[in-house]
């Protein structure tokens, strides 16, 4: 069974966006409600720009699913771009004042050349959407083992929210947060930061913030502590680093481990019989500062993952820049963008945190088929319930002697 993989192509300017996830098992169920549902939620948020009224981004699926579910082929999604019009080469406009922040820079140098252009549409976070359709497919392999992530806008500036979701709120929380133009599940929250993107917007500024995302019934064992790039926590990290403008990662309590005795950051471990044969193993913790990883693998708590995503870096108002033909001082150009693509940015990390919980899962479960998967998982959860677990190491131990 291959590793659970996806490939994106196309550029913001061109026709499509295309997706390509590997290694799905077949009998997969593909809800293409769902899919589009959410990726209009990527669309949305207060702070989004001009370009979010012209596309209307709908997944269809070019190939892997037959009778609305999956064949065991890799799947081929594809979004259409409505707003293609830098495809044309000869009305386009060079962009030789390169913006702070930005990939146009560095990737002009990288590439030898003084026009941004093809850097900029590729670097471009419309690439995103193509990322989330993967990570919604991801999502609907976990529903089916009752996996759900939950992600959401923690807050900016001095506007922060202190909900802490829970299994058991999840339905409220998910109504509130759908709810908020800004997707964080606190209302005087939402206020205040709406009023910080009006200020931004006022100003020709931008503003970021911070998301979050739970992740809830994860089983413990996902991952591995063998080596270094299997590590869960490590994988995670990455994928959220690799979305546009995110400038940190946290897993749990974060950077903050580091202004705390170990007595007040390791949670203490519990043993709950009732519990035995779900996803936790019987083991529960009082607190979850771990953010449901230790030593690169889930130990049955929710997994939490927090982002920082840096203001965006193209401001009407512009900055200090260069020519790159003149080499002379020069305002950076202004490029249709946001004021803040936070709300966005929490639905798109939500989605990469999605997949790497749905590869990591695969890897421990895998199969050919949906009903190969749900065997082995449900094998794994019998294996080690207590009853089953002390039987078998005193059938170990008799062998041994």
Known sequence: MPSLSFITAGESHGPALTTIVSGLPAELPIDLGFINRHLAR??????????????????????????????????????VNKDSRLEDVEK????????????????????????????????????????????????????????????????????????????????????????????????????????????????????????????????AGLGSCMQWDLRLDARLAGAVMSIQAFKSVEIGLGKDVAFLPGSKVHDAIQYDAKRAGTP??????????????EGGMSNGMPIVVRGAMKPISTLLRGMPSVDLKTLEAAHSAYERSDVCALPAASVVMENVVAFEIAKAFLEKFSGDTMRDVRAAFEHYLRMNRSE????GETEHDQSEA
Not at 46 to 58: C, L, M, N, T, V
Not at 280 to 293: D, E, K, V, Y
Not at 388 to 391: E, I, M, N, P, T
């Open 42 to 79: 990527r669309q949305g948020g207060y702070g989004r720009g001009a370009r979010q009224k012209i596309e209307s981004d709908r997944a269809e699926i070019l190939s892997g699913v037959r009778g609305g579910v999956t064949t065991g082929s890799p799947l081929t999604i594809q979004i």
């Open 388 to 391: 089953d677990s002390a039987a």
């Open 92 to 219: 386009t406009p060079a962009l030789t004042k390169p913006r702070p922040g930005h990939a146009d820079l560095a990737g002009a140098l990288k590439y030898s050349t003084t026009d941004c252009r093809n850097v900029l549409e590729r670097a471009s976070a419309r690439e995103t959407a193509a990322r989330t359709a993967a990570g919604l497919v991801a999502q609907l392999l976990l529903r089916e083992f009752e996996i759900v992530p939950f992600g959401f806008v923690r807050g900016m500036l001095d506007a922060q929210t202190d909900v802490e979701p829970s299994a058991s709120a999840l339905e409220t929380l998910t109504q509130a947060r759908d709810a908020s133009n800004v997707f964080c599940p606190d209302g005087d929250v939402t206020e205040k930061i709406i009023q910080h993107i009006h200020r931004a917007k006022t100003e020709q500024d931008t503003v970021g913030g911070l998301c979050e995302v739970h992740v809830f019934n994860v089983p």
């Open 280 to 293: 936790c193993m019987g083991f529960t913790r009082p607190t979850n500062n771990a953010g449901g990883i």
